[in-house]
């Protein structure tokens, strides 16, 4: 039997929301072991200007327990 764990993050980006979820994995991925997957739960975008100058994903990211 497993038990998983399930952390909410923030991530962001110049480029994208897939720049911004890969960016927020792989720095989860460095503090948490086992991550299995993650729930983008909100995407936004900062704009400046007119312009879009950021992409911000919220994410819940799950990880298994070390037993």
């Known amino acids: 039997m497993s038990v998983a764990r399930v952390t909410e993050?923030?991530?962001s980006?110049?480029?994208s929301f897939q720049d911004?979820?890969?960016q927020?994995?792989?720095r989860a991925?460095?503090?948490l072991k086992n991550v299995e997957?993650?729930?983008i739960q909100d995407q936004k975008v900062v704009v400046e200007n007119g312009k879009i100058?950021?992409?911000r994903v919220n994410m819940k990211v799950t990880f298994i327990l070390a037993d």
Request: no cysteine; net charge neutral; aromatic share 10%.
């Open 37 to 39: 997957g993650a729930w």
């Open 13 to 15: 980006s110049n480029n």
């Open 20 to 22: 911004a979820i890969e």
């Open 24 to 26: 927020g994995i792989a």
């Open 53 to 55: 100058s950021a992409y």
């Open 9 to 11: 993050i923030t991530s």
């Open 29 to 31: 991925a460095k503090t």
